[in-house]
């Protein structure tokens, strides 16, 4: 039983979200129903999402050009700069975003998965 106290509001989604669930939903083997109810929306509405998908009146902005930004190279344990022979034992690359969202992979990230996991934080 849900129990709802006070006004609903309406939730507003962004068109990357419902294209995400849409995907989700196109997997083979999801069932509509599930999909709805694991996002807590109705079929209908899924529904109506890929109806707009199919008519080209939903879609995702296209990103952004890339632009270079400063890079800043520390080393935690001897402040200063880093000598470029030094090694690592756990090479790891660090982004900070200007939002303040920090990634943090190992090196052998593939380019492109790292690639897409950045586009997506843009928006």
Not at 55 to 73: D, K
Not at 103 to 109: E, F, K, Q
Request: hydrophobic share 45%; glycine share 6%; charged share 30%.
């Amino acid at each position: 039983m849900e129990l709802i106290t006070g006004v609903e509001r309406r939730r507003r989604w962004r068109a990357e979200d419902k294209l995400w669930v849409l995907a989700e939903a196109a997997q083979p083997g999801a069932r509509t129903p599930e999909v709805a109810r694991r996002h807590d929306i109705s079929r209908g509405l899924l529904w109506y999402w890929r109806r707009q998908l199919r008519q080209g009146r939903l879609a995702v902005a296209p990103a952004p050009e890339p632009v270079s930004l400063p890079v800043q190279v520390s080393d935690p344990i001897h402040p200063g700069p880093v000598a470029p022979a030094v090694a690592v034992a756990d090479p790891r690359i660090e982004i900070a975003l200007p939002d303040g969202t920090l990634v943090r992979v190992g090196a052998d990230v593939d380019a492109a998965a790292l690639r897409r996991v950045l586009s997506v934080l843009r928006r």
